[in-house]
Every structure is written in structure tokens, then in C-alpha cells.
């Protein structure tokens, strides 16, 4: 009997031990976890927040009436809401709405100061998102959503609140799951002329999340947060966690010795570490996930070869003078020249679009993926990321392949009535390798940011793959945005040139014009994909950010329809019917999907990277391993809601590799 008495005795005291502050510190039960990150804490106002840090530890402290839940795949599910939203459509609306969204709050919900959590509470927040002087990051986006008038959100009684839409948006509900603020802390500051709230930022950081601030560190870059006992209100367990330490620890190495240490718990992706950084440090978990990041090469379409305008006739010899440089610009297509005038504008279309087929062909994605990144991403089918809700899994990426790459350049020809375009360079004609030796429009200046020491190493990459199939790189300038941009989004047109009598819109030139004909760009994208603004006719600059100079009506109804679809399983359908449209037409050449890498103590489950990556994380779900816990608690349950995905074949399966040293 006394043997086991002390066994026990010693297992208590390790079981202890396990959620001591670190190793040698003065053992206690408070379950803390400290999270490393790279970067310096600098923003404390939930209006203009924009750092990825910052988002972390604010997404522990504020909730809203809805929240990503990796339990369900990652989609929106209540949570200081009832229920999920209503939807009302309607029409004839004096004020301009299309669409009432309706949401109920539960009934007793708190602030972590104590304060009742009200309908009114939610209404006033949204209104000062909406507030200019504020200087919110979203008031863009809910001006071009809602009224602009106070009675575009209104509580219509204590838990339900209205949302007046004039514009019907598939991805509606992130406009009503706003962190909500309480009203009574906020209203008299901003009565009295206060829309700053940087200063004083423990009087404001008042949230109903499952934890609260406890203390700012702005000396040493650490912000520790702890359970907030109001978090009871909403129904939903009580977190796995005593308090969280958000930590700036400068260098990966000093962030990995820490880990090793037991004194850090969590490790930033952000880190960038290398495959085998965690390779033998005791009780440590690395996981590899593909993210939100894309990587392509977009594609200046008034190029003659490989451009694709559907109204093509409508700008062929069309002069376009470009007053901020004092250049011009004439419309061309090399097809029309070869064939004499005599292709059909389908024929020109689909020419371009072969050879930007073959383009994509001679891009050597794996080993990109292999040799570059280190393993680190995977080839990509299309621009819509892996993660995002309705990714099709059937479209494959292109593999390399110089001589398909020919056989489509062949094609393209064929339709032009030239068929002297051999595969093969013996054989009687003109080798498609050469066609920069006959033809002078088969030239292309490239273009790539400094910023991405990856990018910059596929860019050149691609010097040497473009000659295989004719295309001459007469230059590669590899610079910074300030460069970049003037010539592609931002590229200055004055309003002489987009207010044309013929009603057309002046496009960003080609390279010698001042614009691009190729650039490297990559894209941070979110769980809701909607790409609209890359590739509409209506966002050609300098009203949109189609820079592009893509133009085509048939994807504008194509990604109108996607975007407007109010039922979730059709909307997964019209998902994939873009994606494979992307994937057929190419306005951009697809390239490789980011992954991150994350390591974190085995003591520890419910994190969900793809959701940290996004400082989207359910923080509520962090608790020991092994503990369960309601509602399960742990990390990615089986749900009938991922079954009725899956079985519609629309939702990505995120491939995440998880490794126990």
C-alpha cells in the first residue's frame, strides 16, 4: 500500500508538472499556453487592425454572432447566435433593398465586463464600421453592401437584428458576424468626438470571446489573455485553457530553442521553418498545410498572341493614346495578321487560348515545388485555393510537358490555315521552338516583385522554359512594387482616356507602353472564394482591378451567378463551373498553392492550422490532449455536414501531414 501511495504521489506531481509555466518554474494547475510569434504587437483598435499578429489574440477576446468551425468543414456556424441567418428576398424596395438577412441572438449573453450583450449592441457596432471618422478597414465593403443610412442594421427587439442588403452576396453572413462591442463603452466615447481608440486600449478591448485581456506588454511585445468567466452564457464549453501568452520571439532559432525548451507551445507558421527544423526535439508535433496563398502569372491580354478579348472586333486597330505617358497603343492580333483577316473572331479567341494552354504546359510546377519551395506547396489546377469552400478536387494541374505544349501551339496555327508548325525540329517547316526566329510578336517582357526569394527563383526559372516554345524573353526585371505597380493596378490613366466617345475603355498598355506583358504575382484569398474584380469587364481599371485587360462576357454571367446564389449546395455546384471556366481559359496561368508549417507541444489538441492561418481559430477549443471534452473538443470531427459536402464531391479534403517527434 505504501508503494502505491507513492506512485500515485509521483504521478500527481508530473501530472502537475505538465502544465507548469516551464521547466523549473514554480509548479501550478493553471493550464497556460504560450504562443511565438515573429511580430511586433502594434495595433490595438478592433477597427483598424490589419496585422495577422494582432488578429490572433484579438480573435480570442472578441466573438461574433457566427464563427468559422472546423468541425464543419470550416463554414460558418452560430455562435453568439441562436441559429443561423434567415434570408428574405425582395423587390419594389423604395430604399433600394434586395435582401433582409435576419439574425437572433441567444438570450443572457455577456460581456466579459459584466454588461448585457443586446440586439442594439450588434446594430451600434456595425454603425461604426460604417462611421467614416472611424476609419474601419471594412467600410469599403459595407458601403457597396448595405443603405447608406443607420436603417440598413436595425434591432428589431432584443436578440434580432435586420441586415438591409442592396446587393444579393452569396457570402452575406461575414457581414453580420462582426466582432460585437458593447455599446455602452463605445457610445459616449465616440459622442464626445473620440474615433481613435489606440490609446487607452485595455478600456475598449472589452469582447464576449471565451477569454479577455488581461495585460498589454508593449515593451516586450506580449499580450496575455485569460478565460473570461461570462463565456458560460452562450452554452459552449468552457476553454481547455487558463490564460494564453501571445510572445514575440524575434528569430526562428530563438522561438525553436524555446520549443525545446517546453517555455513556448505554439510556433508560428510565420516562422517559415525549413522540413526538418523539429526533427528530433522530444514531445513536439510539426504539421504541413496547404493555405489561402496562390501564385500565378498574370497575363496582360491586348498582347497580339496569346491575349483573349471575346469582343475582340471591337478594339482591332483601335488607338489607344495613354496621355499619363504620352504613349500610344494599337490594337492587333497576330492571328489576324497571319490569316490575312480571314479567322473568325471565334477561331482568333481560341487560338490565343491554345497557346496560353501551351504556356501553362511548359510551367515545371513540381519542380517548383520539389526544388524551390522546398516541398513546401503544391501545382495548382486554378487560382481558387485549396482550403476554400467548393474547390473542386477533379481538376488536375498541367504537367510539364514540352512536346503537348507544341501540339497546342500546332492547333493554334492550324486555325490560322498555317500547317508548317512541326513538333519535331527535322521535320520539313517551322519548328515551334523557333518561332521567335520568324515571327517578332512571339516576345515577352517578364515581370516579378523583389519581395519573394521563391518567386524570384521561378520567374528566372521560366526565362529558360519560354524559348522551348518560341517565345523570346527579351527582358526579365526583377523590382520593387513601386515599380510594379504604376504599371499594372495602378497604372495612371486620365479621364480623357476612359471617358471615350466609342465607349471603350483604355487597358493598360503592353511593356513598351509603360504596362506589362507578364507578371508574377501571387494572391491571399479566403475560405468564401470570390474572385470577382480580377477578370469582369466592369472592373477594367480605373474602375476595378482588372489589369488583365481580360474581357469577356461569358465569365462576367459566370461569376455574377456564382456570387448572387443564395441556396449552399447550388453555390457549390456554380464553384466549380468557374473553376473549371479558369481552368479552360486561363486568364491567368495557374502556378503553385502555399503551405504553411506549424509545430506545437503534444500536450496540447483543437488547434486548426487552416484556421490560424487565417486568425480564424476557435480558441475556445485549445485543451489538454487526451481531455475530450463537450462536444467532443477535439480537432475535426466527422459531421453529417461534412458528409452532405463530401458526397457533392465540392469540398476540398485539406491535406494535413502531422508529424510526432
Not at 497556460?32 to 489574440?57: C, G, I, K, R
Not at 497576330?334 to 473572331?345: K, L, V
Not at 488536375?396 to 490560322?416: C, D, H, M, N
Not at 446564389?565 to 498553392?593: H, N
Amino acid at each position: 500500500m505504501k508503494y502505491r501511495l507513492t506512485t500515485l504521489l509521483v504521478l500527481g506531481l508530473l501530472a502537475i508538472s505538465v502544465w507548469s509555466q516551464s521547466p523549473g518554474a514554480a509548479q501550478t494547475t493553471e493550464k497556460q499556453l504560450v504562443y511565438a510569434m515573429p511580430y511586433d504587437f502594434t495595433e490595438f483598435s478592433v477597427f483598424t487592425q490589419s496585422s495577422y499578429a494582432t488578429a490572433q489574440w484579438m480573435g480570442a477576446i472578441f466573438a461574433g454572432a457566427y464563427e468559422r468551425d472546423s468541425e464543419s468543414d470550416r463554414a460558418y456556424a452560430p455562435l453568439l447566435a441562436e441559429s443561423m441567418p434567415t434570408i428574405q428576398e425582395v423587390s419594389d424596395q423604395a430604399d433600394g433593398t434586395v435582401m433582409i438577412v435576419t439574425v437572433k441572438l441567444k438570450d443572457g449573453l455577456k460581456f466579459s465586463n459584466g454588461d448585457p450583450l443586446t440586439a442594439e449592441d450588434l446594430v451600434y457596432t456595425v454603425q461604426l464600421h460604417m462611421t467614416p471618422m472611424i476609419g474601419s478597414g471594412a467600410y469599403g465593403s459595407l458601403a457597396k453592401f448595405f443603405l447608406k443610412s443607420n436603417d440598413s442594421v436595425k434591432a428589431v427587439d432584443d436578440t434580432t437584428v435586420e441586415f438591409r442588403f442592396k446587393i444579393k452576396y452569396a457570402f452575406y453572413i461575414g457581414f453580420t458576424a462582426f466582432a460585437i462591442l458593447p455599446q455602452e463603452v463605445y457610445k459616449p466615447a465616440v459622442d464626445g468626438g473620440k474615433y481613435d481608440f489606440e490609446d487607452k486600449p485595455e478600456d475598449y478591448l472589452i469582447g464576449a470571446g471565451p477569454f479577455m485581456l488581461e495585460s498589454i506588454d508593449t515593451t516586450n511585445n506580449v499580450v496575455t489573455v485569460v478565460k473570461n468567466p461570462n463565456w458560460k452564457k452562450t452554452g459552449l464549453p468552457e476553454p481547455g485553457v487558463d490564460k494564453i501568452v501571445y510572445k514575440k520571439i524575434g528569430t526562428k532559432e530563438a522561438a525553436i530553442a524555446e520549443l525545446k525548451k517546453g517555455t513556448v507551445d505554439l510556433f508560428d507558421s510565420q516562422y517559415k521553418p525549413q522540413k526538418d527544423d523539429f526533427a528530433g526535439i522530444e514531445g513536439v508535433i510539426d504539421e504541413f498545410v496547404t493555405v489561402f496563398g496562390s501564385q500565378e502569372m498574370a497575363i496582360n491580354h491586348i498582347h497580339p498572341v496569346w491575349g483573349h478579348t471575346a469582343q475582340l472586333d471591337d478594339f482591332l486597330g483601335v488607338t489607344f493614346n495613354y496621355n499619363a505617358t504620352g504613349q500610344s497603343y494599337t490594337i492587333r492580333s497576330f492571328w489576324n495578321d497571319i490569316s490575312g483577316g480571314s479567322m473568325s473572331e471565334a477561331n482568333r479567341i481560341e487560338a490565343a487560348r491554345l497557346v496560353r494552354e501551351a504556356m501553362s504546359y511548359i510551367v515545371p510546377r513540381e519542380d517548383i515545388v520539389d526544388n524551390i519551395l522546398e516541398g513546401f506547396g503544391e501545382p495548382a489546377p486554378t487560382t481558387m485555393p485549396k482550403p476554400a469552400i467548393g474547390w473542386d478536387p477533379n481538376l488536375e494541374p498541367r504537367k510539364y510537358s514540352v512536346l503537348k505544349a507544341g501540339e497546342l501551339i500546332k492547333q493554334a496555327f492550324s486555325l490560322a490555315g498555317w500547317d508548317n508548325i512541326t513538333t519535331s525540329p527535322s521535320a520539313d517547316g517551322i519548328y515551334f521552338g523557333d518561332l521567335m526566329d520568324y515571327f517578332n510578336d512571339w516576345s515577352i517582357a517578364l515581370l516579378s516583385p523583389n519581395t519573394n526569394p521563391a518567386r524570384n527563383q521561378w520567374a528566372a526559372l521560366m526565362e529558360v522554359e519560354f524559348p522551348r516554345i518560341g517565345i523570346d524573353v527579351r527582358l526579365h526585371t526583377n523590382t520593387g512594387w513601386d515599380v510594379i505597380a504604376p504599371r499594372t493596378f495602378n497604372f495612371d490613366i486620365s479621364p480623357d482616356d476612359y471617358n471615350r466617345d466609342d465607349g471603350l475603355h483604355t487597358p493598360v498598355p503592353l511593356w513598351d507602353q509603360q504596362g506589362f506583358d507578364l507578371l508574377f504575382v501571387g494572391y491571399a484569398w479566403g475560405l468564401d472564394w470570390d474572385p470577382q474584380g480580377l477578370w469582369e469587364t466592369w472592373a477594367w481599371l480605373p474602375f476595378g482591378f482588372n489589369f488583365y485587360n481580360y474581357w469577356d462576357p461569358d465569365y462576367d454571367a459566370l461569376t455574377d451567378s456564382y456570387v448572387q446564389e443564395l441556396d449552399f449546395t447550388t453555390r457549390l455546384e456554380k464553384a466549380k463551373e468557374v473553376q473549371k471556366y479558369l481552368y479552360d481559359y486561363q486568364p491567368a496561368i495557374p502556378l503553385v498553392y502555399s503551405q504553411d508549417h506549424w509545430a506545437y507541444r503534444d500536450v496540447w489538441e483543437g488547434f486548426d492550422f487552416v484556421l490560424l492561418s487565417s486568425a480564424a481559430q476557435q480558441w475556445w477549443r485549445i485543451r489538454e490532449a487526451g481531455a475530450g471534452g463537450e462536444e467532443g473538443g477535439g480537432f475535426l470531427s466527422f459531421s453529417p455536414f461534412i458528409a452532405l459536402i463530401a458526397a457533392l464531391g465540392a469540398v476540398a479534403v485539406i491535406p494535413i501531414v502531422r508529424r510526432k517527434k
